[in-house]
């Protein structure tokens, strides 16, 4: 995943987010090296990311099996029952904060967040509108995807608190109680942002990989009236 921030960007994968220098992107050469700046290590798989209204939101894909499993301490039942796998971490940005917001880089300490998500599996797309609710993408059907709205929980009180690094942060669930719209979607939907009042959603159904998977495959980025 990828994410912007004024004049920063940062690639998440392998637990780490790693911030390049826009100005150093944009002024680069064609086939040029660039250097990431720093990194940090975020505690979870680091599968996507997002900036939206002021907050970075690294989050991370779970599925049921060897391939994807997330950390034991990230297993946690909801209020009313359900089993979630997942976290999504937000971290309050910073304007003019050359590092978009204030972490001791490169080390292997886990940087705490300012919020923890409790998400559902195999999400691999997130944001938050405007307007506050949350949006997440779901690829868990072969057929299908779901596009799913939850309310601004930050709104609320926190279902509990997680230490992360000897902080104690604020863990909040994004479970059926929480969601108030879903919307299906084609087959694989992935990355998604907010653009002109538009949700864009890419999806990864376009890739040779899912050629014999015998879907509705698209190659476009398609976007959602919100």
Request: include cysteine; aromatic fraction near 10%.
């Amino acid at each position: 995943g990828i994410a912007t921030f004024e004049g920063n960007a940062w690639v998440v994968s392998g637990k780490y987010a790693r911030r390049l220098s826009l100005d150093t992107l944009k002024n680069a050469d064609n086939e040029a090296t660039v250097q990431f700046v720093d990194e940090f290590n975020t505690g979870t798989r680091a599968s996507y990311a997002n900036c939206s209204n002021g907050i970075l939101w690294i989050g991370e894909y779970h599925k049921d099996g060897e391939d994807y499993v997330t950390e034991d301490s990230h297993h946690i039942t909801s209020p009313n029952g359900e089993n979630m796998c997942a976290w999504t971490c937000g971290y309050v940005l910073e304007s003019g904060n050359p590092q978009g917001f204030t972490y001791k880089g490169n080390t292997k300490e886990i940087v705490a967040p300012d919020f923890i998500l409790e998400t559902e599996s195999m999400c691999q797309g997130f944001t938050q509108l405007p307007d506050g609710r949350f949006v997440t993408s779901i690829s868990g059907q072969i057929t299908k995807s779901e596009l799913n709205f939850y309310k601004n929980v930050l709104d609320g009180e926190a279902d509990g608190t997680v230490s992360v690094s000897g902080k104690e942060v604020n863990l909040y669930f994004l479970d059926s109680t929480a969601r108030v719209d879903s919307l299906n979607a084609l087959p694989r939907s992935e990355g998604i942002d907010m653009y002109n009042g538009k949700l864009l959603v890419l999806y990864e159904s376009g890739c040779r990989k899912m050629l014999a998977a015998q879907i509705v495959r698209t190659d476009y980025v398609w976007s959602v009236a919100i």
